[in-house]
């Protein structure tokens, strides 16, 4: 099955620098690549996604890169706020795999004021 | 967004009780819903696929009679851990797809927090 690893486990920024999350996956034949915000003690929610065909998407002050030869994807955020702190997870998936989703293992990103 | 709603939110039980969790998608209706496990500061790991009116497809290691799961409607999905014991003692988290809705986007339950004493 699918593998997806994620690095760093934890980052520390200050307030208005940039974070990057890289994530790595196994399987050629995901096609689609979420990412995921988890504050304490509440639910995911989706912050941006990109599919294969596509090898950049930007939204705001966060942007993901898609590289599938490499198969690897990352997520930049940028002029990072203290809101921004929070857990963050990077998944991939299958659409014709009744779109399963493999997730990494998670970032905990502080974003110090 | 769509919503996803999860009962319940905790539950504490003794070990060898059977404990149901249920899952509803309060605004659309979910063909195919997810059951993911999560430990405390770690990844979601997805237990099962639920699919309305057959049966659920289980991950690689997750004892399906252990972790019965039932998605007898469009609206609602029910995981039930039988004769629990403290190792299963964890964070439950559910997703649905929605059909109409962007793409691959599933959204997400609140979770339930299970203590099996």
């Known amino acids: 099955g699918e593998n997806v690893e994620q690095h760093p486990s934890t980052l520390s920024v200050q307030e208005g620098d940039s974070a990057v999350i890289k994530c790595t996956y196994s399987?050629?034949?995901?096609?689609?690549f979420p990412w995921y915000k988890q504050e304490l003690g509440k639910r995911p929610q989706l912050i941006i996604d990109i599919r294969s065909n596509v090898g950049e998407k930007k939204d705001q002050q966060i942007a993901v890169t898609l590289n599938k030869t490499a198969k690897h994807f990352s997520l930049h955020i940028t002029e990072t706020q203290p809101e921004d702190s929070a857990v963050y997870f990077c998944?991939?998936?299958?659409?014709?795999?009744?779109?399963?989703?493999?997730f990494g293992s998670g970032t905990k990103l502080n974003v110090k004021p | 967004g769509a919503v996803v709603s999860q009962h319940p939110s905790r539950v504490i039980c003794k070990s060898g009780t059977s404990v149901k969790i249920e899952c509803r998608s309060l605004d659309f209706q979910a063909t195919t819903m997810f059951w993911y496990r999560q430990f405390p500061k770690k990844s979601l790991m997805l237990m099962a696929t639920?699919?309305?009116?057959?049966?659920?497809?289980?991950e690689q290691g997750v004892e399906k009679d252990k972790f019965l799961i039932n998605h007898a409607s469009l609206t609602l999905s029910t995981l039930t851990v039988t004769s629990a014991h403290p190792e299963d003692s964890s964070f439950y988290i559910c997703s649905a797809r929605d059909p109409s809705s962007s793409y691959n986007e599933q959204f997400f339950g609140p979770g339930t927090r299970l203590t099996v004493l």
């Open positions: 399987d050629s034949a995901s096609n689609y």
């Open positions: 639920s699919n309305e009116g057959s049966k659920a497809t289980y």
């Open positions: 998944a991939a998936a299958l659409r014709d795999n009744f779109n399963k989703f493999y």
